[in-house]
Structure formats: structure tokens, C-alpha cells
Nanobody, 121 residues
Framework: QVQLVESGGGSVQAGGSLRLSCRAS??????RGWFRQAPGKEREFVAA???????TYYADSVKGRFTITKDAEDTTYLQMNNLKPEDTAVYYC?????????????????WGRGTQVTVSA
């Protein structure tokens, strides 16, 4: 089994920054992704990174503002800059046993419980 724990969420004003972390434990996993779900909306892709960290994907809505990285301790980060009110959502970390990054949430077998990000105007 795999356990994922997100942290770093909170409330900020528009234009501010937050850094989310996702720590994994248990079975070894590889590629990681971040997804988010706003109230009344479906969960959507935000960013993904391959196991080696050489390939990253971003949703158009966050490109140039968010950066996904991972470290040698198998923790994944999502640096979020220039936050906007429309970024308000619960952010979920996910991981899969494949090496390749994916924008498709059905490719991810393991999910964290999420962390709330609230951006005020």
C-alpha cells in the first residue's frame, strides 16, 4: 500500500504564493501528479512529473505560475505563485507505479486526502 500526505495549503490573497508538499510512504511509486477540485466542479489536472523529474506537464491555466518538482526523498512539491481566486480548490497529490508523467487521473492508483487552498481577491 501507499500513503500520500499533502501539506502546505492555506489562505492567501491574490498574487500571493504557497508551496504544497506531498510525502509518500509505503510501497515504492514513481510518477506523481497534482489535481484539484473546486466546489461544484469536477476534479481537474494541475501538474505532473515523471519519476526521473525530466518530464513535466501543466494545465494551461497554471502554466508559468506553478512549478512541480520532486526531491531525492520522494517528496513532491507544487510551488504556486501569482495565485488567483480561481485557484481556490482542494489540491490532491497522486502517484502511480509507472515512470511516465500523465495528465489523466485514471492513470493514478493512489491519492492523498487533499489540502485546501483558498485565494481571496
Amino acid at each position: 500500500q501507499v500513503q500520500l500526505v499533502e501539506s502546505g495549503g492555506g489562505s492567501v490573497q491574490a498574487g500571493g504564493s504557497l508551496r504544497l508538499s506531498c510525502r509518500a510512504s509505503g510501497r515504492r511509486t514513481y510518477a506523481r501528479g497534482w489535481f484539484r477540485q473546486a466546489p461544484g466542479k469536477e476534479r481537474e489536472f494541475v501538474a505532473a512529473i515523471s519519476w526521473g523529474g525530466f518530464t513535466t506537464y501543466y494545465a494551461d491555466s497554471v502554466k508559468g505560475r506553478f512549478t512541480i518538482t520532486k526531491d531525492a526523498e520522494d517528496t513532491t512539491y507544487l510551488q504556486m505563485n501569482n495565485l488567483k481566486p480561481e485557484d481556490t480548490a482542494v489540491y490532491y497529490c497522486a502517484t502511480r507505479t509507472g515512470n511516465s508523467a500523465s495528465t489523466d487521473q485514471t492513470d493514478y492508483a493512489y491519492w492523498g486526502r487533499g489540502t485546501q487552498v483558498t485565494v481571496s481577491a
